[in-house]
């Protein structure tokens, strides 16, 4: 049976389930790829079952709207799957609502039945090497945030004008994305849902060479064939990697034998350094893949004090007897290589909240297939009943959006096997209605599932005026306005 209930000035859908006395009530906290997998696996799993997503934005799908690529649209075709989740009669989607400060971890397990945190990883490991806070370095995630107009980093303002150079550190899909964000023609990037901000800055941009810098060798590089493909299809640009770099090692040939991907992405890079351009071009760009080198610290700028001019990197050797297990080593050997930005694509890093067991060293939440443990000695005894986890959380920042499917599918199995054998059950507690009612008394004002349908009209209509999928809205006040419009 469903019924309407006013809250906060808002209409919210509430689902009386007529299968068990007390309906299931769930809270997943964060609405990406996680969230909402997690909510479609229990829905379908549990029909007595009540979701409820909350996540910090006004706007849902996480990753998929500020991480995704914006000349990637055939990956957020996801969106549409996870729209009919939120549509559906026992979901809710809360936008707008911060775990932490608008509700607590404990507030919401007093809450819920069950609380599966999501929230992926939202900041980013440190090299931890001088100069790392100087203007001008950046890690790659805010620039990828910048260019999909996340709220967060629309004023991030990179300086893409006092250098035709950038330095990306890493080598992986991320450092690939944001490499070809930085070279592909403007014109290209026109028609995608790219922040206007950021394809204004990127028309008037100086950048024409970008390096990407990785640690160990190409038999090794951390990317797809898929992105390098992409990118070594930029037209006009030229890809610089040094000879000596290509040379393989008997241990990099074993390697390769064991890994299908890693000899093909070989086989690309190897093909793009071999590759020469066949006619001059007016407005030629430059790609370098710089192997074997890690950076040892950020150089700052003679004529602008507090800005980065260039990275001193350590140029390294790769030890270990076992292949694919082999670290890269320095060898006391150093090159400066000159740049007016630098980019650390070195990977993401979740950030725990008040209330929630933390594994600091690996950035995850201790957890066995998405059961919360009470602490990192990996005791399965200690678990913390009715709290679960899924996604970059669960398992560390890894793999495509579908990875977190499977990684959904483990964690609601788990939940499903705790309510068979009794460790979980539904009750009486309040849920969606005790939510409304502790926001509403902190002044919290929810945006649901039907105001981000407003957000998204709006941004098609100003897209289409555009030639572009949509014109996102990039900062709070535009969005709020626009949902309470």
Not at 376 to 385: A, I, N, W, Y
Request: with cysteine.
């Amino acid at each position: 049976m469903k019924m309407a209930i006013f809250q906060g000035g808002t209409w919210f859908a509430r689902t009386f389930s007529t299968v068990a006395s007390h309906p299931l009530r769930v809270c997943v906290v964060g609405s990406g790829p996680a969230g909402f997998y997690t909510a479609e696996k229990m829905l379908k799993a549990h029909q007595e079952a009540q979701v409820d997503i909350i996540d910090r934005l006004p706007t849902p799908f996480g990753l998929v709207r500020s991480g995704v690529a914006p000349d990637h649209p055939e990956t957020k075709i996801v969106v549409n799957q996870f729209t009919r989740v939120a549509q559906h009669e026992r979901c809710t989607f809360f936008g707008n609502v911060t775990l932490g400060s608008s509700v607590t971890l404990p507030e919401l397990r007093e809450l819920y039945d069950v609380v599966v945190l999501a929230y992926g990883a939202e900041s980013d490991r440190v090299l931890g090497i001088p100069g790392e806070d100087l203007s001008g370095v950046y890690a790659a995630r805010e620039f990828v945030w910048w260019y999909n107009g996340h709220p967060n980093c629309r004023y991030l303002n990179p300086d893409l004008k006092s250098s035709d150079t950038a330095v990306v550190l890493g080598q992986g899909n991320v450092a690939l994305d944001v490499a070809r964000i930085l070279l592909r023609p403007t014109t290209e990037l026109a028609t995608t849902d790219i922040a206007s901000h950021a394809l204004a800055a990127l028309e008037d941009s100086s950048i024409r060479k970008v390096y990407l810098v990785g640690r160990r060798g190409p038999a090794q590089a951390a990317c797809t064939a898929k992105e390098l493909r992409e990118i070594s299809g930029i037209k006009d640009l030229h890809v610089h990697i040094k000879e000596a770099d290509l040379l393989t090692t008997p241990e990099d040939e074993e390697e390769m034998r064991n890994n299908r991907i890693r000899k093909r992405v070989y086989e690309l890079i190897y093909k793009a350094a071999t590759t020469r351009a066949s006619h001059p071009c007016s407005d030629p760009r430059e790609l370098h893949f710089v192997f074997f080198r890690k950076p040892d610290k950020f150089l700052e700028s003679n004529e602008r004090s507090g800005h980065v001019s260039g990275v001193r990197l350590e140029k390294t050797k790769l030890i270990g007897d076992r292949p694919g297990e082999r670290m890269a080593a320095g060898t006391g050997q150093f090159e400066d290589l000159g740049c007016g930005i630098v980019l650390k694509s070195i990977g993401y890093k979740s950030v725990p909240v008040n209330g929630l067991p933390f594994d600091h060293q690996k950035g995850v939440v201790p957890n066995v297939r998405g059961r919360v443990l009470s602490d990192t000695s990996g005791d399965p005894m200690l678990l913390e009943k009715g709290l679960y986890v899924c996604g970059w959380l669960k398992r560390g920042p890894t793999g495509i959006i579908a990875t977190n499917l499977y990684c959904a599918e483990e964690t609601v199995a788990s939940i499903s096997e705790d309510l068979k054998q009794v460790i979980l059950a539904s009750s009486s507690r309040s849920g969606r209605e005790g939510l409304l009612q502790l926001l509403d008394s902190r002044n919290v004002r929810v945006i649901p599932f039907g105001e981000w349908e407003k957000i998204d009209s709006e941004e098609r209509r100003l897209g289409s005026l555009r030639n572009k999928p949509r014109e996102k809205l990039a900062t709070w006040e535009e969005l709020q306005k626009v949902a309470r419009e």
